[in-house]
């Protein structure tokens, strides 16, 4: 199936910085999703995004809908240590076809 | 109750043996999915159903059964399985099939010897 590209693969940040991280795709999603998975667990969703240009944000957490529909982005404000983990975009598109992206992981330097 | 379960948390086997993991929802979702993750990579998608019924299997090898006994019950049953099988299996679930917003349990990992 499709897979949809994130960038970076991996950050080293100090805490308190901020974090921005893309996703990328050759095809156009209806829903860009936004999920954090802690090791170990199961992969937690952040934020949804439903419209091409939509800003949405979840506390120190935001992230765009790419007017293209072919992109998303997700910022992370202050960076803390819990943030540690790995972050999966998705999208959904027509016909109920949903693809992962390849994962950015994240770890703060206390 | 926003939570999908799964049991076992942990799970080893050898390869002639028969297994079961099992997934439970009680948020009245009507897809329920399993996905197979591998260290550092996203999640594979391997069954699909919906309204109970298996809607979708991406070519998942049939030592991998799924069952779904009702409409807040997933199995997975498992029988000589091999060591690449080793892996994080995950359950999820959704409204309808279609719907983006998966909710997805903790996850059983599995080690094959």
């Known amino acids: 199936g499709q897979q949809l590209n994130q960038s970076p693969q991996s950050m080293f940040i100090q805490e308190g910085e901020d974090v921005s991280m893309n996703c990328t795709s050759s095809?156009?999603?209806?829903?860009w999703l936004w999920y954090k998975q802690d090791p170990g667990e199961g992969p937690v969703l952040l934020i949804a995004l439903y419209k091409a240009g939509e800003l949405t944000s979840n506390g120190r957490l935001t992230a765009q809908f790419g007017i293209t529909r072919k992109d998303s982005f997700l910022n992370i404000s202050a960076s803390i240590p819990s943030d540690v983990g790995i972050y999966f975009c998705a999208g959904q598109g027509a016909g109920n076809q949903f693809y992962f992206g390849t994962g950015t992981s994240l770890t703060v330097i206390p | 109750d926003t939570e999908v379960t799964q049991t076992p948390k942990h799970l080893v086997m050898g390869m002639t043996n028969k297994k079961s993991l099992k997934c439970e929802q009680h948020m009245g979702h009507r897809a329920m999915y399993w996905y197979k993750q591998k260290a550092k990579k996203p999640p594979e998608l391997m069954f699909v159903y919906s309204y109970e019924k298996l809607s979708i299997n991406e070519s998942v090898p049939s030592r991998f059964s799924p069952e779904c006994p009702n409409s807040s019950l997933l199995n997975l049953h498992l029988h000589a399985l091999q060591p690449e099988d080793s892996a994080l299996y995950l359950c999820a679930s959704s409204r309808n099939f279609g719907d983006g917003w998966k909710f997805f349990g903790p996850g059983t990992r599995l080690t094959v010897l």
């Open positions: 095809s156009i999603f209806n829903t």
